[in-house]
T-cell receptor, first 113, second 113 residues
Framework: AQSVTQPDIHITVSEGASLELRCNYSYGATPYLFWYVQSPGQGLQLLLKYFSGDTLVQGIKGFEAEFKRSQSSFNLRKPSVHWSDAAEYFCAVGVRAGNQFYFGTGTSLTVIP | KAGVTQTPRYLIKTRGQQVTLSCSPISGHRSVSWYQQTPGQGLQFLFEYFSETQRNKGNFPGRFSGRQFSNSRSEMNVSTLELGDSALYLC????????????FGNGTRLTVT
């Protein structure tokens, strides 16, 4: 069965520090991969997506993610975190069969001054 | 292009009542999915509709139902409300491909007292 794991429930970083949020998936083929961000009381906003090709993808707000097939991972990174990046981050997998999406449980990011 | 619109934004109901939530997808999007989000359970998939047909269904009791109209607008209904139904209900629309990301509305916050 397909699954998405975000091993870090909560992460705290200092403003200006680098950030990496982990995501691992379980799927027989290469899935479609997404990262979303959710601010309090809001819906989810798409940060970036990976379908094929270059394994390093750029997204909005200065985020990037790297697909590593050998590790079944799709980690999200940002070189320098801003206070406005404090939010909940979700990794998701899109599966061709049945056009279904699977979400991780999310990582809550706190940014301290 | 207008985003996904969910109404109402907030609802307060009492146990035993029923509630209907509405979702208008992005123009041209024929797939509409519903999710329940709670602090303890994360994002839980309710169901997905495409061309007025329920195509995928999550593991929720029959009290949760939905429908989709010919203009792709969707409604979900929860009957005999329970305290545990208090949650943020998110609607998402997409073009009908797993490679196409979900676009989320800002959700309806349901409180059951």
């Amino acid at each position: 069965a397909q699954s998405v794991t975000q091993p870090d429930i909560h992460i705290t970083v200092s403003e200006g520090a680098s950030l990496e949020l982990r995501c691992n998936y379980s799927y027989g083929a290469t899935p479609y991969l997404f990262w979303y961000v959710q601010s309090p009381g809001q819906g989810l906003q798409l940060l970036l997506k990976y379908f094929s090709g270059d394994t390093l993808v750029q997204g909005i707000k200065g985020f990037e993610a790297e697909f590593k097939r050998s590790q079944s991972s799709f980690n999200l990174r940002k070189p320098s975190v801003h206070w406005s990046d404090a939010a909940e981050y979700f990794c998701a997998v899109g599966v061709r069969a049945g056009n279904q999406f699977y979400f991780g449980t999310g990582t809550s990011l706190t940014v301290i001054p | 292009k207008a985003g996904v619109t969910q109404t109402p934004r907030y609802l307060i109901k009492t146990r035993g009542q029923q509630v209907t939530l509405s979702c208008s997808p992005i123009s041209g999007h024929r797939s509409v999915s519903w999710y329940q989000q709670t602090p303890g359970q994360g994002l839980q998939f309710l169901f997905e509709y495409f061309s007025e047909t329920q195509r995928n269904k999550g593991n929720f009791p029959g009290r949760f139902s939905g429908r989709q109209f010919s203009n792709s607008r969707s409604e979900m209904n929860v009957s005999t409300l329970e305290l545990g139904d208090s949650a943020l209900y998110l609607c998402a629309s997409s073009i009908d491909r797993a490679s196409s990301p979900l676009h989320f509305g800002n959700g309806t916050r349901l409180t059951v007292t």
